[in-house]
C-alpha cells in the first residue's frame, strides 16, 4: 500500500515538474535576454510580488543579495525609495493583480523601469512595463491546480537569471558565501 501512494506522488511530481520545466523552456528568449540587460543597468531591482508569488520575488532578492546585488523586496520596512534608474520587477501569475499594478504604478510614478513576469501573457496597459516576460503556461497550467505550475516555473526563472548572473560577474560559490547569513 505505502508503494502505491508512493508511485501516485512520485507521478504528481514528474507532472509538475515536467509542467514547469516545459513552460520555462518556452519563454522567448529575447524577453529572457531583456529582462537580464535591464537588470545589469539597474542602480537596484525592486521586486515584488503578491501571496505565494511574493516568497518566490523574495527568494529572488536573496539570491541577488549573495551576488553582490543591490537587490531588495517592496513593501519591507528596510527596502530603499525607487528612483530613476532602477528596475522594478513585478511578479504576477495573472499580471493584473491590484496590489501589483498599484506597486507597478507606484514605482514608475518614482522614475523607475517596469518589468512584468506574468503566466497569462497580457500585461498591464496601467502601467505598461518596459520590459514582459511571459511564462507561456497554456494546458500545462492544468497539471496543479491554484497557479502552482506557474509559481514552480517562475522559481526555475529566477533561479536560471541568478546563475547567469553569476556566471556573467564571475561570483564563485566561495565569494557567494561570505554575503550568506552566518547567524541564527
Given at each position: 500500500?505505502?508503494?502505491?501512494?508512493?508511485?501516485?506522488?512520485?507521478?504528481?511530481?514528474?507532472?509538475?515538474?515536467?509542467?514547469?520545466?516545459?513552460?520555462?523552456?518556452?519563454?522567448?528568449?529575447?524577453?529572457?535576454?531583456?529582462?537580464?540587460?535591464?537588470?545589469?543597468?539597474?542602480?537596484?531591482?525592486?521586486?515584488?510580488?503578491?501571496?505565494?508569488?511574493?516568497f518566490l520575488a523574495r527568494l529572488a532578492v536573496?539570491?541577488?543579495?549573495?551576488?553582490?546585488?543591490?537587490?531588495?523586496?517592496?513593501?519591507?520596512?528596510?527596502?530603499?525609495?525607487?528612483?530613476?534608474?532602477?528596475?522594478?520587477?513585478?511578479?504576477?501569475?495573472?499580471?493584473?493583480?491590484?496590489?501589483?499594478?498599484?506597486?507597478?504604478?507606484?514605482?514608475?510614478?518614482?522614475?523607475?523601469?517596469?518589468?512584468?513576469?506574468?503566466?497569462?501573457?497580457?500585461?498591464?496597459?496601467?502601467?505598461?512595463?518596459?520590459?514582459?516576460?511571459?511564462?507561456?503556461?497554456?494546458?500545462?497550467?492544468?497539471?496543479?491546480?491554484?497557479?502552482?505550475?506557474?509559481?514552480?516555473?517562475?522559481?526555475?526563472?529566477?533561479?536560471?537569471?541568478?546563475?547567469?548572473l553569476a556566471d556573467e560577474l564571475h561570483q564563485?560559490?566561495?565569494?557567494?558565501?561570505?554575503?550568506?547569513?552566518?547567524?541564527?
Amino acid at each position: 500500500m505505502g508503494r502505491t501512494r508512493m508511485s501516485k506522488s512520485a507521478d504528481i511530481v514528474r507532472r509538475i515538474s515536467t509542467a514547469a520545466v516545459e513552460s520555462v523552456a518556452a519563454v522567448d528568449s529575447a524577453q529572457f535576454e531583456a529582462f537580464l540587460d535591464s537588470a545589469r543597468r539597474a542602480k537596484q531591482v525592486l521586486f515584488y510580488g503578491a501571496g505565494r508569488t511574493g516568497f518566490l520575488a523574495r527568494l529572488a532578492v536573496v539570491r541577488w543579495r549573495h551576488l553582490g546585488l543591490r537587490a531588495w523586496f517592496i513593501g519591507e520596512a528596510a527596502t530603499p525609495p525607487a528612483a530613476t534608474g532602477d528596475l522594478c520587477v513585478i511578479c504576477s501569475g495573472s499580471g493584473d493583480t491590484a496590489t501589483s499594478l498599484a506597486v507597478g504604478r507606484a514605482a514608475r510614478q518614482a522614475g523607475a523601469d517596469l518589468a512584468f513576469i506574468t503566466g497569462k501573457g497580457r500585461m498591464p496597459a496601467d502601467p505598461a512595463p518596459e520590459i514582459s516576460v511571459e511564462i507561456p503556461l497554456g494546458e500545462r497550467a492544468r497539471a496543479a491546480p491554484l497557479g502552482t505550475i506557474f509559481e514552480h516555473a517562475l522559481l526555475l526563472l529566477l533561479d536560471a537569471a541568478s546563475v547567469r548572473l553569476a556566471d556573467e560577474l564571475h561570483q564563485s560559490e566561495r565569494q557567494m558565501r561570505r554575503r550568506h547569513t552566518n547567524i541564527g
